[in-house]
């Protein structure tokens, strides 16, 4: 007896996001578990099939996966209402052929790349202390909610009070990011933890 399983249809929606150059591609089926970030394209060629594909459209600049959805930052130059039904389909059509979003590897791969530049921040045994202080807040607190806007935010360093995070997907280059990152993550961070003086953001 042949097997006649179809695959439920992948639904798909958008979703405003904070930077007005970013939308979010969410779907009913699980992409990738974690985040992951394509700034340029060699990294989505070397990880990242969906990725690639989508930089090869010359109005994509970014994409984001993070669990069901993907996040795609647009050339400033182009306007959403010519693109957005180009995107859908293209997007849906790829998970729809289940064809691979991204490699497997891919996290801890970046986890290593990660080791060798954190490592080159020592800490010493109070600032150790401090930095997980910090680590576990970012994670509990603000994570969820930027990751909710299609973006992603990671500790990067502490050096002198001042904490480096790094911003991503939808967060990168958005204006409402620097306000939200001074006025609520900083704010947060320094009654939580009196050693911290400051946020500084990077963009991803």
């Known amino acids: 007896m042949e097997n006649t399983t179809t695959k439920s249809p992948v639904m798909l929606y958008t979703e405003q996001t904070p930077n007005p150059e970013s939308l979010k591609f969410v779907t009913n089926r699980m992409l990738y578990q974690g985040t992951a970030d394509f700034r340029e394209e060699e990294l989505a060629q070397e990880w990242s099939p969906l990725g690639a594909a989508l930089f090869e459209l010359p109005y994509v600049k970014g994409v984001y996966v993070c669990n069901n959805f993907v996040t795609v930052t647009k050339e400033f130059n182009y306007a959403w209402e010519d693109i957005m ?11 729809q052929e289940g064809k691979t979003i991204v490699k497997e590897g891919f996290a801890e791969a970046m986890a290593e790349r990660e080791a060798e530049v954190g490592e080159s921040y020592n800490y010493s045994g109070e600032e150790i202390e401090i930095v997980k202080k910090v680590k576990d807040l970012i994670d509990t607190y603000v ?28 967060c990168s280059g958005c204006p409402s990011s620097t306000v939200t990152l001074k ?19 990077e963009m991803g």
């Open 143 to 170: 994570k969820p909610a930027v990751e909710s806007d299609g973006g992603n935010i990671e500790f990067k360093a502490f050096n002198q009070g001042v904490v480096t995070v790094v911003l991503q997907g939808s």
């Open 183 to 201: 006025s609520g993550i900083e704010g947060m961070l320094k009654r939580m933890v009196p050693e911290v003086t400051e946020v500084v953001a």
């Open 85 to 95: 039904l180009k995107l859908k389909e293209f997007i849906k059509a790829y998970i």
